[in-house]
């Protein structure tokens, strides 16, 4: 069965560097969900999309914004890089708006900043 | 605000032992997901507990919900070394989709 794909898997940047990260649901899911997860830590809920439209924002800072495409993809752009910006960044996806239907993840994007 | 709690946190025990993982949560809920994490590698889901009583098992890992007490457990059986992991529960709230505990990471070894 088809998962949720995320590019790229890993990326290394320097301090006040951009990355953008993308995210490509399973198919027929039309909501999108970005978590971040620092060493040792547990996957905190950043930003959320359903239908191309933010749903639901949890802890995402101001230097990063994301969107959701018509083909359902989602990238978030993440700008100023710190060096606590160093996490994995999960993007989960499922079907329907509702925050209680299960969320499928993905692989990570492992982002270094150095 | 929901919060979740998950001890132990940090769990070693010998091949074969038996233990349980306790979560508890703060507000309302009447579902529960439990994730297994290896290293580096992303959230597998374990166990998806949808109702009060809810009791579900797969291979040596029982999980457990009771919505009153706002309370879910992970019981190992017998442990083998493949099941070293950290272990995640999580509850969906209506503002934030998942929040999950800390995590139990757990070491079996021989």
């Known amino acids: 069965a088809a998962g949720v794909i995320q590019s790229p898997r890993h990326l290394i940047k320097e301090k006040r560097e951009t990355a953008t990260l993308k995210c490509y649901p399973i198919p027929r899911h039309d909501t999108v969900y970005w978590y971040q997860q620092g060493p040792g830590q547990d996957p905190q809920f950043l930003i959320s999309?359903?239908?191309?439209?933010?749903?639901d924002k949890g802890s995402i800072p101001d230097r990063f914004s994301a969107q959701q495409f018509s083909d359902y993809h989602s990238e978030l752009n993440m700008s100023s890089l710190e060096l606590g910006d160093s996490a994995l960044y999960f993007c989960?996806?499922?079907?329907?708006?509702?925050?209680?239907?299960?969320?499928?993840f993905g692989p990570g994007t492992r982002l270094t900043v150095l | 605000e929901l919060k979740v709690e998950q001890n132990p946190l940090f769990l070693s025990m010998q091949e074969g032992k038996n233990y349980t993982i306790y979560c508890n949560y703060s507000?309302?809920?009447?579902?529960l997901y439990w994730y297994r994490q290896d290293p580096g590698k992303s959230l597998e889901s374990l166990f998806v507990?949808?109702?009060?009583?809810a009791v579900k098992q797969e291979g040596r890992l029982m999980a457990s919900l009771d919505t009153k007490a706002r309370l879910s457990t992970l019981h190992i059986t017998a442990a083998v070394h493949d099941l070293s992991a950290t272990y995640f529960c999580a509850v969906p709230s209506g503002n934030t989709p998942l929040v999950f505990g800390k995590g139990t990471r757990l070491s079996v070894i021989a």
């Open positions: 999309f359903y239908e191309k439209m933010q749903s």
């Open positions: 989960a996806s499922s079907p329907g708006l509702n925050t209680y239907n299960e969320q499928f």
């Open positions: 507990l949808l109702s009060n009583g």
């Open positions: 507000t309302t809920s009447d579902r």
